[in-house]
């Protein structure tokens, strides 16, 4: 299965852990040629060991310059491009509105929506170039829902889905689909972190607060890194050669954020 993403040139942002890591695993596996940037070295040191066909840039993508060298790393590596997926994201405050501070609101939207918009403006040449291609997005269940004390990060993650429908009907002319996978509750560290700190600011327990969270999903189960992975090498293939504007969530059934 997903044979024909063997000679694919990839991109994956924030790759060297977590979902992003998983993301690349996966292409790896169906024959794709990876370039993976994370915003830490140490990361991308580790990931060597883990996929050694790789090959690896240092980006921050919320800043433009870098995601210059980034593309020309890309082009250096890979010579093209086919596939790119915008993973890169951060958290954001855990908060009411009338607390968070500037400094944070500029930061979650810098990196999770407009890391997302440098990284496909750059993109898009190189997959036209190719004759075509796919951009997946991560966006989030907070790309369609309220998050209440989430604020800065449902924002960005609905100016995702914006993005990338908006570009879907953009590029369908050149070949390009743009898709959005939405993951729920992924198990995980970051995920751990996230129903930590909404604990503290609800004054419950962290056990108290996963539960809530469950109650709302239809599975009653958190997804898996795996479950993201599976969705964006689907959109990515050709069995997913006809789907772009696509907003996919990837939740167990997510009802409602608390």
Known sequence: MHAEMKRQRVLVTAGARGIGLVIAQAFVRAGAQVHICDVVQERLDEVQGKIPSATLSLCDVSNASQVEHLFADVEEHLGGLDVLVNNAGIAGPTAPIQDITIEDWERCIAVDLSGTFYCARRAVPMLQAAGGGSITNISSVAGRLGYPLRTPYAAAKWGVVGLTKSLAIELGSSGIRVNAVLPGFVKGERSSE???????????????QEEAILEKVALHTMVTATDIASMVL???SDAGNRITGQAMSVCGGLEMLV
């Open 234 to 236: 689907y959109l990515a």
């Open 194 to 208: 996230a129903i930590e700190a909404k604990a503290k600011v609800r004054g419950v327990s962290f056990e108290e």
